[in-house]
């Protein structure tokens, strides 16, 4: 949501801004594509030289390295957003009215997807306006859960007004942009403590600047100690890979991020869109979509859909084991472990004595069995069977 002001006569006048925020100490900082992409130059709102500019385009995102560096960054939290979730957001709205400061609204995740159900995008509580865009979405430990980027237009109410409908980017969609575009960044600590608003504010007003949007043509104009910088043509992100599906099966891979409660079309838009996955796992049952970076090994699973990009899946093995979500095989247990799903699995397949497994989600539990008896539901457990 770009905020344009009313254009002077004068060439130099600037026709919108927008927020951005530092990622690292090397100068790069991040906005909405949408706030620089039609500009002729941009500048800060200090008049600080922007030196390169990185977007893409069909997730409204833009990277740009400015001359002016900051030891102050926001770092992105590993973990997704929660429901309902404490939020702050920070930025520059109506810039042509309001001081010159940084802002400081407080809010809610509201939805962990966006309008249509798309799954890029949280809807957040936190009041924004024009001048927003950009702008850093954080919890209460100041770590980056998104980047604010549209607000619901008034006529989408159907004759009632929307009050607060607005939307973020995931950070996990970011985290994505900068390492395709091998732009470092910082992870966030889990051992953070959670702030007041004021020592949010304070702790990362430094990371945050305004981005000023000048039109009047292309190029640079002006002396050469002007401080704006011509902006690069767009260099749009699209994902051109192919992949192959598989029903009934399950994908052996390691799991960086769980969608929950989400379609099939959405689970594999998701990872079309990200250029980190390789394969999916889609629980039917449980409505859980797991995205993997890698693919080693299908199993079959009734409850499950594969999906596996095409130059990994002509090295995927079949196994011989059956996987059951929410299933579990009690008696003759021969040997307990501590571990994760795969290492049970692997465990399991490598050990001529053991004929099935059942794995404890909740408890990251693995139980090794030598006969196979009678399968009985039980939720949280997975079972296989060779």
Known sequence: MLWFMAIATHAEEPVGSGTAFFVNSDGWAVTNAHVIRDCSRITTGDGSRISEVKLDVGNDLAAIRINAKSTTVIAIR?????????????????????????????????????????????????????????????????????????????????????????????????????????????VASTASVELTTADLAERLQPAILQIVCYGGGTGQKGSESTTSTTVPLPEPYRASRKFSTLDGHDVVGFDYATLRNVGLQQCKQACVDDSRCSAITYNKRERFCFLKDDAKLLVQNADAYAMVVDELSAEMKLSTFVIGSGKDIPGSDYRRLKTDFITCYLECEIDNLCRAFSYVRKKRECWLKNRVGPVSLKHGVDSGIK
């Open 78 to 186: 590993p973990s997704g957003a929660r429901l309902g979730e404490d939020i702050a957001a920070f930025g520059y709205p109506l810039a042509s009215v309001l001081s010159s400061s940084v802002k400081i609204t407080t809010g809610n995740v509201n939805s962990l997807m966006g309008l249509g159900d798309d799954t890029r995008y949280l809807q957040i509580s936190t009041p924004i306006q024009p001048g927003n865009s950009g702008g850093p979405i954080v919890d209460r430990k100041g770590a980056l859960l998104g980047v604010t980027t549209a607000t619901l237009r008034p006529e989408a109410g159907g004759g009632a007004l929307p009050q607060n409908v607005n939307f973020a980017i995931r950070a996990t969609l970011l985290q994505t942009f900068l390492e395709s575009r091998s732009i470092e960044f910082e």
